[in-house]
């Protein structure tokens, strides 16, 4: 194969905490060498990053992909284009498509299907609860075999207390974990902005502040009370942020 030379660009690798301008050498398909003084190997095809950010691959932890059941959408074929035009060579799948993520031959599938693609690893979430529907847990260690990174009811949240308890206890015998939608079911439902000026002047309904408060504190405690791990997903609150702050 031949060797590759990519210069003038910013490198940043965070696991050696790199941040320097210089070059990239590529030979047989392996990064050989990076830095601020690399010769030019004769033969060597040079490519000019203008100046570009060159990095190790992006991680999208919560994407939620068109394919299961909105293939009208989007496919995992045009998520893989979107993914690199974007950086983004793996991203966490979130399980509330169509069917819902909750049966490991679903976590399967969406894992070959990234790597059909050559270009996107997809780590999909299992599904908390069967359907993403809140009413019973779904097999959380199935789904971990068939290669689930975490569990999540993606854009809705775990809202019974009692539900939430056995899913925390339930994935803390795998050592998994629960990653929440934070607002509180019955507070959020129907809204579209955080409740105040903004929301009232552009007629949006709102959903009060109080709603991710209420879920971040109740699952703390939760979380205190079972020994389980638990990430709130997107928090978007002084006070939802201040509570986890002093857990």
């Known amino acids: 194969m031949t060797d590759t030379l990519i210069v003038n660009v910013r490198?940043?690798?965070?696991?050696?905490?790199?941040?320097?301008?210089?070059?990239l050498l590529i030979r047989g398909g392996v990064i050989a060498h990076c830095g601020?003084?690399?010769?030019?190997?004769?033969?060597?095809?040079?490519?000019?990053?203008?100046?570009?950010?060159?990095?190790?691959?992006l991680i999208d932890m919560r994407a939620?992909?068109?394919?299961?059941?909105?293939?009208?959408?989007?496919?995992?074929?045009?998520?893989?284009?979107?993914?690199?035009a974007g950086g983004i060579t793996?991203?966490?799948?979130?399980?509330?498509?169509?069917?819902?993520?909750?049966d490991p031959a679903l976590v399967r599938l969406l894992r070959a299907r990234g790597e059909e693609t050559g270009s996107l690893t997809i780590l999909p979430y299992g599904a908390v609860t069967r359907g993403c529907r809140g009413e019973e847990l779904a097999e959380m260690g199935l789904l971990l075999e068939a290669g689930a990174i975490g569990f999540t009811d993606g854009q809705r949240a775990v809202g019974s207390a009692r539900m939430m308890r056995l899913a925390l206890s339930y994935a803390r015998g795998f050592g998994a974990r629960i990653i929440q939608h934070p607002e509180e079911p019955t507070l959020a439902e129907g809204g579209a902005a955080t409740e105040g000026e903004l929301a009232t002047r552009l007629g949006l309904?709102?959903?009060?502040?109080?709603?991710?408060?209420i879920l971040v504190a109740r699952d703390i405690s939760l979380a205190r009370?079972?020994?389980?791990?638990v990430h709130f997903a997107h928090v978007s609150t002084f006070d939802g942020l201040e509570l986890i702050r002093r857990a």
Do not use: F, N
């Open 90 to 102: 793996t991203l966490a799948a979130l399980p509330d498509s169509l069917p819902a993520i909750d």
């Open 11 to 23: 490198l940043l690798d965070p696991a050696t905490r790199l941040d320097a301008p210089g070059a």
């Open 205 to 213: 309904p709102g959903i009060p502040a109080a709603a991710e408060e």
């Open 225 to 229: 009370l079972t020994g389980g791990a």
């Open 36 to 57: 601020g003084a690399i010769g030019r190997p004769d033969g060597a095809v040079e490519i000019d990053g203008g100046g570009a950010i060159l990095c190790p691959g």
């Open 64 to 84: 939620a992909l068109g394919e299961p059941g909105y293939e009208y959408r989007e496919t995992i074929a045009s998520a893989a284009q979107a993914a690199a």
